[in-house]
């Protein structure tokens, strides 16, 4: 009589393991045919102008002429007219223009913001520590 309980404990075992099994060898048949996401990619920046963080400043000779430089290089022939300049605190390397695939700095850059017109076209330029220019929004 005691072999029934027992006999019936691993009969039960045994349909519940034969039961959670689809008889599948796909470990995740519901996966196969769905497509690869189309989220957009993770932004780590807020998209947008940027604001002042700090006061309307001058603009160094310096970085005046690496900005025009550049211009030129670009094929822009017009002369810049100065729209603003303001100090700024970017969170990070990318002075706020983060660029796809690229990794940057993880520390507060003190910097400047530049923002020139030239034959009504605007460019936003920035500037961390040296005198570099990088054109966001290209």
Known sequence: MRRTPILTAIALAALALTSCSSGSTDPAPELSGVSPSTRPPLQTTTPGPIGPSGPAIAVPQSRWDALVADLTKRGVTGTP?????????????????????QSYTQAQIDGMRVVVSVDGKTYDYRFGQGAEPKLCGV
Do not use: H, K
């Open 81 to 101: 007219q100065l729209v603003s300049s303001e100090a700024v605190t970017f969170n990070d390397g990318s002075l706020g223009c983060p660029s796809p695939g």
